[in-house]
């Protein structure tokens, strides 16, 4: 005759507390493919919403800073028509797009983190 096994329900549960506990190495559960650079994304497009290769983008304190191309950082805009600014701290801001289309200033406020804005130029 076989006996019972006394205190069998805290052993099941120890055994699944470990394999619970058992984390595969090879398990990655981090996210794939995410930009954690954070800053601001200026995305210039023509009027036709196709992106603005070339394009140079500058960021400063004024407006008379900005109209004499004096800039705190100065960027090109990629095959995409975006530039990222990863030192700019919270607060108001002016940027210049210079491209064929022409100039193009604009006053924005940087919340910090990541934040898009879409330039059109015409």
Known sequence: MIKPVKNF???VLAVIIIIACNKNEDDNTEPKNINTELGLVLEIQDNS???VVGATVGISYTISETI???FIES???DSEGKTVFTSLTKGD??????STFGENIILFTYNGG?????V???
């Open 49 to 51: 919403n196709s992106p």
């Open 93 to 98: 801001y002016y940027y210049k797009v210079t």
């Open 68 to 70: 004499s191309n004096t």
């Open 75 to 77: 960027k090109t805009t």
């Open 114 to 118: 990541n934040q898009t804005i879409i």
């Open 120 to 122: 059109q130029v015409n």
């Open 9 to 11: 329900i805290p052993i």
